[in-house]
């Protein structure tokens, strides 16, 4: 028992439980865009919606580990949270069949959202699923070219939430009462998306000097630190303007605070603190969207 125990807590570990919300709350804001401008939807979709982006959040991070650690980008004993691969705790074998359990289910819960949304989310769950192979695999991965922020943003935050918005819309919905929903849900979404943009500049600035090593070119080694930190104030500062177009003076405009006291506490970080930034930033997405529903 003790085994099989410490395999689960181990792979518990590997999915990196402390970035799912990056996945799962992009679909609840756009649920809550539906459910805000007065329509109903189905909670089943909902939560199909949400098993899907967890898997497929899950599938890029076991991907991401697994060509790192080809690449050499990851080591044992580095700064960030320890990876398993580097770390010798699982085989290159058990990391694949891994990443295709992800894909399986990613693929099998996508089925359903395909059959229920059309040939939009049929494009959404293929691109997904492309870029997040796309991520690192291969010579010309998004990560290792610095552009990797873009695609944050879009598939972390206005793709989720406008996908989910869609699918949850009924079928009939009037175009005008979908441009509605849709907008607000592009807005709540872009905050999400940009909360993660800053979870991957912190990523990237702690990691600057092993990634110019191993030949990964991020905004940080492009660009230096300094100009890093300043994107990344930039990137909070419109994190609050997102959230007044679509709910207007309101808590939700909030969720700058956390943020900016972060990106404070990154201007001096060293070691082990750059983890506790990530991990408080990647526990914003949570907070904003409490605060959304505070903004009722």
Same mark, same amino acid.
């Given at each position: 028992?003790?085994?099989?125990?410490?395999?689960?807590?181990?792979?518990?570990?590997?999915?990196?439980? @402390?970035?799912?919300?990056?996945?799962?709350?992009?679909?609840?804001?756009?649920?809550?865009?539906?459910?805000?401008?007065?329509?109903?939807?189905?909670?089943?979709?909902?939560?199909?919606? $949400? &098993?899907?982006?967890?898997?497929? @959040?899950?599938?890029?991070?076991?991907?991401?580990?697994?060509?790192?650690?080809?690449?050499?980008?990851?080591?044992?004993?580095?700064?960030?949270?320890?990876?398993?691969?580097?770390?010798?705790?699982?085989?290159?074998? $058990?990391?694949?069949?891994?990443?295709?359990?992800?894909?399986?289910?990613? &693929?099998?819960?996508?089925?359903?959202?395909?059959?229920?949304?059309?040939?939009?989310?049929?494009?959404?769950?293929?691109?997904?699923?492309?870029?997040?192979?796309?991520?690192?695999?291969?010579?010309?991965?998004?990560?290792?070219?610095?552009?990797?922020?873009?695609?944050?943003?879009?598939?972390?935050?206005?793709?989720?939430?406008?996908?989910?918005?869609?699918?949850?819309?009924?079928?009939?919905?009037?175009?005008?009462?979908?441009?509605?929903?849709?907008?607000?849900?592009?807005?709540?979404?872009?905050?999400?998306?940009?909360?993660?943009?800053?979870?991957?500049?912190?990523?990237?600035?702690?990691?600057?000097?092993?990634? %110019?090593? $191993?030949? %990964?070119?991020?905004?940080?080694?492009?660009?230096?630190?300094?100009?890093?930190?300043?994107?990344?104030?930039?990137?909070?500062?419109?994190?609050? =303007?997102?959230?007044?177009?679509?709910?207007?003076?309101?808590?939700?405009?909030?969720?700058?605070?956390? &943020? =900016?006291?972060?990106?404070?506490?990154?201007? %001096? $970080?060293?070691?082990?603190? =750059?983890? %506790?930034?990530?991990?408080?930033?990647?526990?914003?997405?949570?907070?904003?969207?409490?605060? &959304?529903?505070?903004?009722?």
């Amino acid at each position: 028992m003790k085994p099989i125990l410490s395999s689960l807590l181990l792979w518990c570990r590997i999915i990196r439980p @402390q970035t799912l919300f990056a996945s799962l709350i992009p679909v609840f804001v756009g649920a809550f865009a539906v459910s805000v401008n007065g329509f109903p939807f189905s909670y089943v979709v909902c939560f199909v919606t $949400a &098993c899907c982006a967890l898997s497929l @959040q899950v599938l890029s991070n076991l991907i991401n580990d697994y060509y790192d650690f080809l690449r050499g980008s990851d080591a044992a004993g580095r700064v960030g949270y320890k990876r398993a691969l580097a770390e010798g705790e699982v085989t290159v074998a $058990a990391m694949r069949v891994a990443c295709l359990a992800a894909a399986s289910v990613a &693929c099998l819960l996508g089925s359903f959202l395909i059959y229920v949304g059309g040939w939009v989310i049929l494009c959404i769950g293929v691109s997904a699923l492309f870029f997040a192979w796309l991520y690192t695999a291969t010579s010309y991965s998004l990560s290792y070219l610095g552009i990797a922020d873009i695609f944050v943003f879009l598939y972390y935050g206005v793709i989720a939430s406008c996908g989910t918005s869609y699918l949850l819309l009924l079928p009939d919905t009037a175009f005008p009462a979908m441009y509605a929903v849709l907008r607000d849900s592009f807005c709540l979404g872009g905050v999400c998306g940009l909360i993660s943009v800053c979870v991957l500049m912190i990523n990237n600035i702690r990691d600057a000097d092993t990634d %110019k090593q $191993a030949g %990964k070119k991020t905004l940080p080694v492009r660009f230096g630190k300094p100009f890093a930190l300043a994107l990344m104030f930039a990137v909070i500062c419109l994190m609050p =303007f997102f959230a007044y177009l679509a709910l207007g003076l309101s808590p939700s405009l909030l969720v700058f605070l956390p &943020c =900016f006291l972060i990106w404070l506490t990154m201007l %001096k $970080a060293e070691g082990a603190t =750059f983890n %506790k930034c990530l991990l408080f930033t990647g526990m914003t997405n949570l907070l904003f969207f409490l605060l &959304c529903l505070l903004s009722i």
